[in-house]
Each structure stands twice: as C-alpha cells, then as structure tokens.
Nanobody
Framework: QVQLVESGGGLVQAGGSLRLSCAAA???????????MEWFRQAPGKEREFVAA????????FYADSVKGRFIISRDNAKNTVYLQMNNLKPEDTAVYYC??????????????????WGKGTLVTVSS
C-alpha cells in the first residue's frame, strides 16, 4: 500500500503564502529517492494541470509558467517529504493541489499520464 498524504492547504488572502507538504509512506513505495516528485492542481471545472516537479536529487526543478518565480518545490529524502512553498498567491491559484510520484527513469512529466502514485489532494483557496 502506497500513500501520499498532502497537508498545509487552507484559506489565504491574495498576496499571502502557504506551504504544502506531502509525506510518502508504504512498504511497496520503496526508496523515496527513486521517484520524481511533482505537484499538480485542479481548479473547479478545469482539468488537472502541472504545477512543479523535482528530480530525485532535488537538484533540478521545473515549473509551470503560471507559478514560476512565486512557487518553490523542494524535497527532503530523509523525511520522505516534498514541499511546495507558494508565495504571492493569486485568486487564480485556487484549486485542489495534488502530490504525485513517478519512477525517476521517466524524468519530468508535465501531464498526469505516466504518474505512478497520487495523493488525495489538499484545498487551497485564495481570496481577493
């Protein structure tokens, strides 16, 4: 059983910040460092979209243009945890944010196909 559990969502005013966390666990998950870790989000009535990704070492990161310069993805392999620091939040960032994992051989994926594991999501609401 593999679990990705997100936390840290909530209600924040525009311009504010939130830090999301995603903890990975499960006997079949294996070594956390074997996975590229990514964040996606899904706003009401819209498709799930890519937000950010970190390679297994954390040395390389990749962002959607819409969040570049405002969001930072990081990971702590010793804690089996990936983070998403979200700064200067905008109302259009309102969405359910999902943590996902893909075996590192797949590289960075910017669409949902090919991701191996998903969390259940955490809601971020940004008020204007």
């Amino acid at each position: 059983q593999v679990q990705l559990v997100e936390s840290g969502g909530g209600l924040v005013q525009a311009g504010g910040s939130l830090r999301l966390s995603c903890a990975a666990a499960g006997r079949t998950f294996g070594t956390f460092g074997s996975y590229t870790m990514e964040w996606f989000r899904q706003a009401p009535g819209k498709e799930r979209e890519f937000v950010a990704a970190s390679t297994w070492t954390g040395d390389s990161t990749f962002y959607a243009d819409s969040v570049k310069g405002r969001f930072i993805i990081s990971r702590d392999n010793a804690k089996n945890t990936v983070y998403l620091q979200m700064n200067n939040l905008k109302p259009e960032d309102t969405a359910v944010y999902y943590c996902s994992a893909a075996t590192r051989a797949k590289g960075i994926l910017t669409n949902t196909a090919g991701m191996d594991y998903w969390g259940k999501g955490t809601l971020v609401t940004v008020s204007s």
